[in-house]
């Protein structure tokens, strides 16, 4: 019988269950959301449930893809799921109008956003400045177009001076190649894959960068409300623990990562998604920032300047402090935080 015993500690030492579970045996079952469709830069969030890091910390996770960060938000407060993976700029201005409702950021992912705008060279727009009078195509709920504003102040247009055309979320990359619009926004690291997958020269691909312009957004985060972070801390924690894990996995063999990506949908195309998420680590997720500090902590200067350039633009009721919109004491110590350097 003791042999028996040893064998199964032994085997689910190998499988990454041996971490004993943080709420002390006690199971904890959230619901979480994504952004938008798995992809290849969401695959930690499954990485940590296949691989059992989740459970390891006592806890019952279900992953459902998204529709945009700012119909994952609404979802979240509104009880649909228990946290989740969004825009922590439509987090911010969702707090700012739903008084009573407010999430909180508890780990920032993507350290610098890949928010842009796309054009192809025959459009002939080779400055931000040249969109005026354009039509720009994206979704509703699309983030980067949500935060148009801020992108065309800071170039010199007025918000109004270009028109937007709305359309499903599949059909954007194909609207632009196709010529019904003159340019996208979107995730840089989606738009440029998806344009290149569809056979379009990636030198005739022109990406106006957010970031480039001097804006110092930051994008998405994971997040809860308020509420689960005061009942349930030592459960988010682990959520935390789990994650950070799973996103070392993840930077250590992003093929094995993008393989779990494609159990979940069969369809997906390794090669490609493999080239979405190397592309997202190098420029989003592992910044000098990040390098220097560990995953998930923010510059408080930095996510006040962004606070208030949010609140003029989208003219919103309230200005938030920015340490009521993000806060750090549910993530793991910054030695556990410090990635691998690819």
């Known amino acids: 019988m003791f042999a028996a ?25 959230w619901k979480f959301t994504l952004d938008f469709i798995v992809q290849g830069p969401q695959a930690p969030f499954l990485v940590a449930l296949e691989k059992g890091y989740y459970a390891a910390e006592g806890l019952n996770i279900t992953v459902d893809r998204g529709f945009g960060s700012a119909d994952a938000v609404t979802k979240i407060a509104g009880g649909a799921y228990n946290l989740g993976y969004a825009d922590i700029n439509s987090m911010i201005e969702f707090n700012a109008r739903n008084p009573g409702r407010e999430l909180v950021a508890i780990a920032i992912l993507l350290n610098e956003p890949p928010f842009s705008i796309i054009t192809l060279r025959r459009e002939g727009i080779t400055r931000p400045i040249e969109l005026y009078g354009k039509k720009l195509g994206a979704p509703a709920g699309d983030a980067p177009r949500r935060l148009w504003p801020l992108f065309a102040r800071a170039v010199g247009m007025h918000p109004a001076s270009v028109e937007w055309i709305t359309m499903d979320v599949p059909l954007r990359e194909p609207m632009l190649v196709r010529g019904d619009v003159n340019a996208i926004s979107g995730f840089y690291f989606t738009s440029f894959i998806n344009l290149k997958a569809a056979r379009v020269d990636p030198a005739d691909i022109i990406a106006f960068m957010y970031n480039d312009q001097g804006l110092p957004l930051y994008g998405n985060a994971i997040m809860a409300p308020a509420t689960l972070l005061e009942k349930e801390p030592e459960a988010v924690r682990g959520f935390l623990r789990a994650f950070t894990r799973a996103l070392k996995d993840t930077i250590n063999n992003p093929s094995e990562a993008v393989a779990i990506v494609k159990r979940r949908d069969p369809l997906l195309r390794e090669d490609v998604e493999l080239e979405r998420l190397q592309l997202a680590l190098r420029h989003n997720i592992l910044t000098s920032d990040v390098k220097s500090h560990g995953f998930g902590v923010i510059k408080g200067e930095r996510m006040s300047r ?16 920015w340490q009521q919109v993000f806060t750090d004491k549910f993530l793991p110590p910054k030695a556990e935080r410090m990635l691998p350097v690819r």
């Open 306 to 321: 962004s606070v208030d350039l949010l609140t003029e633009a989208f003219a919103l009721p309230v200005k938030p402090r």
């Open 5 to 29: 015993v040893l064998a199964v500690v032994v085997l689910a030492a190998g499988l990454g269950f041996a971490q004993p579970p943080a709420s002390s045996g006690r199971q904890t079952t």
